[in-house]
């Protein structure tokens, strides 16, 4: 439970004045045992309390800090906050058995990456979304998804979804009508193909 609380970072934030700490230092040594322990957690229930623990001793130590330590523990419950809400989304998804590429100990990110515009994402999401192709999840969920794994942020998804709205009628689902076409003419190629046996 209070394993990220024994670190060095915490005791020189509990001792600044009297200790001669290196706080920038100590504050990268804690957020690299942070992100270390993400990896190689698989218990994620106990990590999430060890960190809820260490959120809050953290926010224990804001109310006191001196203006100079206040920025590292800022920064600090920002990291604790932001994994918090990475093992929720983790431990859900073993519950629920739904796919999470947050979890992915690799750098597909950086490997997929949207090319296409913002509109015609957004266009296919809700496309998924309506057909129910992800059961209940909810479209903020997957467009939070979607911008991990494609390395795309769409902001105002909702404003975009509304300009489809108004767009003249044909023009509604282009991105779409575009797939559409598309597959069409590939499986009208693969059909001229002579068959393998």
């Known amino acids: 439970m209070k394993r990220l609380t024994k670190t060095q970072f915490f005791l020189c934030l509990e001792a600044y004045e009297e200790a001669s700490c290196d706080l920038r230092r100590e504050y990268d040594e804690f957020a690299n045992r942070l992100f270390s322990e993400w990896s190689a957690s698989n218990d994620w229930e106990a990590y999430h309390n060890i960190l809820v623990y ?16 206040s920025e590292y523990v800022e920064k600090a419950i920002v990291l604790v906050d932001r994994q918090i809400e990475l093992v929720e989304k983790q431990i859900l998804a073993e519950q629920t058995g739904v796919h999470c590429p947050l ?11 949207w090319k296409g515009a913002h509109i015609e994402l957004v266009e296919l999401l809700n496309a998924l979304h309506e057909a129910g192709s992800f059961g209940k999840t909810p479209l903020k969920e997957l467009f939070t998804v979607a911008g991990k794994l494609f390395g795309v942020e769409v902001k105002n998804h909702y404003r ?13 689902t282009k991105f779409l009508d575009k797939l559409k076409r598309g597959l069409l003419r ?9 068959s393998r046996k």
């Open 54 to 69: 260490t959120y809050v001793e953290l926010s224990c130590i804001t109310t006191e800090a001196k203006k100079d330590v």
């Open 103 to 113: 979890t992915f100990k690799t750098a597909i990110s950086q490997v997929l990456q």
């Open 160 to 172: 975009l979804f509304w300009g489809l709205k108004n767009s003249a009628k044909g023009e509604r």
């Open 186 to 194: 590939k499986i009208e190629k693969s059909d001229m193909k002579p």
